[in-house]
C-alpha cells in the first residue's frame, strides 16, 4: 500500500530482534511491496519481545497470540470511533486486532490512531507497541502517527486521569501475580498503596489480574464493554470476591469466555475473560474459545462468576435457600501451619486396633469414607498405611485446647474435590491436618444430619458453583471453611432425617447404589431440589468416588 512520505523508522529503543524485524517491515512498505502478510509480520513483535524476557514468572507478564487477542476484539464488536483502551498494552496486540477490525469496518486510520489507548509499566513494550501501530498506520493508510496515548506507567496507581469514564472498550490481558507465591508477590508499599487505591474491591490476597478488571470499569462509561485475561481460578476465589461483587454493580458480566489452559507458550494458566456490559437480563452467555457455540446460563447471584464456570462444565443449577446455615449450628474452621509441625513430629505407623489417635488428611478422606489402613498416604515427607500420633502425656499448653476441640465428634471435609467428601468421626478418634476442613456440630446429635446436608447433591453442586475453576482443574473446587460455613440448611423434615439416617448407613458399610441413591433422593427433597439431573451427576460424581 506504500508508506508516507518522508518515513523514518526508528528502531532506538527496541531489543535488538525487535528492531532488526520491525526495520525490515519498513524497508518493505518504504519499496511498497508489503501485501497481508504485513499483519502475521507486525503480530510477531511482540512474540519477539517475549522471548527477550527471562523472567516471565515475577512478571506475570505473557504473551497473548494475534488469533486470541483477534477473537476477543470480535466478541466485543469494537466499533468505528469508539474508543479502545488496553490497561496492560505490553507490545500493543489487543490494539494491533482492534485496529484491523476498525479500518475493514471504514474508519480512517488517522482516526484509528487517535481512538487508541495503552498503558504499561515496562518501557521497552511501550516501544515495541508504538512502533507496531506506527508501522500498521503506515501500511493501512500512509500515515505515521506519534502514538503519544500509549504510555509508559503503573496503570493501577497511575493511568491518565482524562481516560476515567471516556473509555468505550477496555481489552488485554494483564499480568497474573497470584499472592501466595513468594516470586510474584506484593511488597508492603504496593499493597499498602493499592489498598488504599482499590479499598471497593481490595484484599490482601487478591491476584492484580482482577484490580485491572475493576480498574477497566472506572476506565468506562455505562456503556462501556469490557474483557480482560484473567487466570479462571479467580472466578470463585475468596480474595477477589469483593472485586468481583463491585463490578456486577457497576457493569455486570454479561458473558464469560473461557480460553483454557493452551494459549500461552510460558504459562500453563487455565484462563477466562468476564465480557462486562449494560446488560441485566436473566441470561448469560458462555463462550469457548475457537468456537461459535454459545451457551445460555440462567444469571448468577451478584459476583459468583464461578457458577457461570460450573453450569458450563455440566453442574446443575440449583438456588439454595434456608432459614439457618452451617456456621450457624457448627464450628466450621480448618487448621493452620502450627498444628501441621505439631502433628509432624509425633506421627507414626500404627497397628490395626492401635488405641491411639488416628490421623486424617485428604487423602484419606473419601465420600462417608475414612481409608485409614486402606490406602496409603503421605504426610511430613513419610509414607504411611495407618498413621496415629504419639502424644507425650503433657503436650505443650498451646496445643492442648486444639486437642481438646479436636477430640470430639466432628465431620470432616477434604478441600480439594469434585463432589464434597464427608466423613462423620463420631466418637472424636482422628485428628485432622492441613488443609482439612473440620466442623463441629455446638449439638452431639445434630451429626449425622449435618453430615446428610454436607454430602447431599445439592451441596455439592452449590460449592462447585461458588468456586468452580478453583482447584487443579475447570471442574475441581477448593472447599473454604468460610465458604462451607455458608452452606444453607435445608428446613426441619422427615426426609432431612431420612437423609441422615441414610448417611449413617452408608458409612457404616452400606454402599448399595440403591442406599446411595436413596440417600441423593431424600437429601434433594429436604432440599427442594429434587431432579433427575442434579441425581445423575452427583451419582456419576460419587460413584467414581467409591471406596
Same mark, same amino acid.
Given at each position: ?175 497474573? @501475580? #497470584?499472592?501466595?507465591?513468594?516470586? =510474584? $508477590?506484593?511488597?508492603?508499599?504496593? *499493597?499498602?498503596?493499592?489498598? !488504599?487505591?482499590?479499598? +471497593? ?17 472506572? @476506565? #468506562?462509561?455505562?456503556?462501556?464493554? =469490557? $474483557?480482560?485475561?484473567?487466570?479462571? *481460578?479467580?472466578?470463585?476465589? !475468596?480474595?477477589?470476591? +469483593? ?305
Amino acid at each position: 500500500m506504500g508508506t508516507a512520505a518522508g518515513l523514518k523508522f526508528d528502531p532506538s529503543g527496541l531489543p535488538a530482534p525487535v528492531a532488526t524485524a520491525a526495520s525490515a517491515i519498513a524497508q518493505r512498505l518504504e519499496r511498497g511491496d508489503a501485501g497481508e502478510e504485513v499483519l502475521d509480520q507486525l503480530a510477531a513483535l511482540g512474540r519477539i519481545r517475549e522471548q527477550e524476557l527471562t523472567d516471565h514468572r515475577s512478571r506475570g507478564a505473557v504473551f497473548t497470540p494475534y488469533v486470541v487477542a483477534e477473537e476477543l476484539v470480535q466478541r466485543l464488536a469494537i466499533e468505528p470511533t469508539e474508543t479502545v483502551c488496553d490497561p496492560s498494552v505490553g507490545p500493543g496486540i489487543f490494539l494491533l486486532a482492534a485496529a484491523e477490525r476498525k479500518f475493514h469496518r471504514g474508519e480512517s486510520v488517522p482516526s484509528i490512531m487517535g481512538n487508541l489507548r495503552g498503558i504499561d509499566i515496562d518501557p521497552i513494550s511501550v516501544a515495541v507497541a508504538r512502533s507496531t501501530l506506527q508501522l500498521w498506520a503506515a501500511w493501512r493508510g500512509n500515515h505515521w502517527p506519534p502514538m503519544d496515548s500509549i504510555v509508559e506507567g503503573d496503570s493501577l496507581l497511575e493511568a491518565p486521569r482524562e481516560w476515567y469514564g471516556n473509555c468505550d472498550v477496555v481489552i488485554g490481558n494483564p499480568p497474573f @501475580l #497470584g499472592q501466595f507465591k513468594a516470586d =510474584t $508477590a506484593r511488597d508492603k508499599h504496593r *499493597s499498602r498503596a493499592l489498598k !488504599e487505591r482499590f479499598a +471497593h474491591g481490595y484484599s490482601g490476597y487478591i491476584d492484580e489480574s482482577m484490580l485491572f478488571v475493576v480498574l477497566a470499569v472506572e @476506565l #468506562g462509561h455505562k456503556n462501556t464493554r =469490557t $474483557a480482560l485475561i484473567v487466570p479462571t *481460578s479467580v472466578l470463585g476465589s !475468596e480474595s477477589s470476591r +469483593h472485586a468481583r461483587e463491585w463490578i456486577d454493580r457497576t457493569l455486570p458480566i454479561q458473558a464469560l469466555w473461557l480460553g483454557g489452559r493452551s494459549i500461552f507458550d510460558t504459562a500453563n494458566v487455565d484462563v477466562s475473560a468476564a465480557i462486562l456490559g449494560d446488560s441485566r437480563g436473566e441470561q448469560c452467555e458462555v463462550l469457548q474459545r475457537g468456537s461459535d457455540k454459545t451457551l445460555q446460563f440462567e444469571r448468577p447471584p451478584i459476583g459468583q462468576w464461578a457458577a457461570l464456570l460450573a453450569a458450563a462444565n455440566g453442574t446443575p443449577q440449583v438456588r439454595l435457600a434456608g432459614r439457618s446455615t452451617l456456621g450457624d449450628t457448627a464450628e466450621v474452621s480448618a487448621d493452620f501451619r502450627d498444628a501441621y509441625y505439631w502433628l509432624a513430629e509425633r506421627v507414626t505407623e500404627g497397628e490395626v486396633a492401635d488405641p491411639r489417635p488416628r490421623l486424617a488428611t485428604v487423602g484419606l478422606i473419601d465420600p462417608f469414607a475414612y481409608m485409614h489402613g486402606d490406602v496409603e498416604t503421605r504426610f511430613a515427607k513419610k509414607r504411611f498405611w495407618r498413621p496415629v500420633i504419639q502424644i507425650e502425656d503433657e503436650p505443650p499448653q498451646a496445643f492442648r485446647s486444639w486437642l481438646q476441640r479436636r477430640s470430639n465428634p466432628k465431620l470432616l471435609i477434604a478441600s480439594q474435590t469434585r463432589v464434597i467428601e464427608c466423613f462423620a468421626d463420631e466418637l472424636g478418634e482422628t485428628l485432622p491436618s492441613t488443609p482439612l476442613i473440620t466442623v463441629t456440630p455446638r449439638q452431639d446429635k445434630r451429626l449425622w444430619h449435618l453430615m446428610a446436608a454436607i454430602a447431599s447433591p445439592a451441596a455439592s453442586a452449590w460449592a462447585v458453583a461458588a468456586a468452580a475453576g478453583t482447584g487443579l482443574s475447570r471442574e475441581t473446587v477448593r472447599l473454604r471453611a468460610s465458604l462451607l460455613a455458608e452452606l444453607p440448611l435445608p428446613a426441619p423434615s422427615t426426609r432431612w432425617d431420612e437423609g441422615a439416617d441414610l448417611a449413617r448407613r452408608i458409612q457404616s458399610g452400606d454402599r448399595d447404589r440403591n442406599t446411595i441413591m436413596q440417600f441423593g433422593e431424600a437429601m434433594n427433597t429436604a432440599y427442594m431440589t429434587a431432579s433427575e439431573e442434579l441425581l445423575t451427576w452427583w451419582m456419576d460424581r460419587i460413584q467414581k468416588k467409591r471406596p
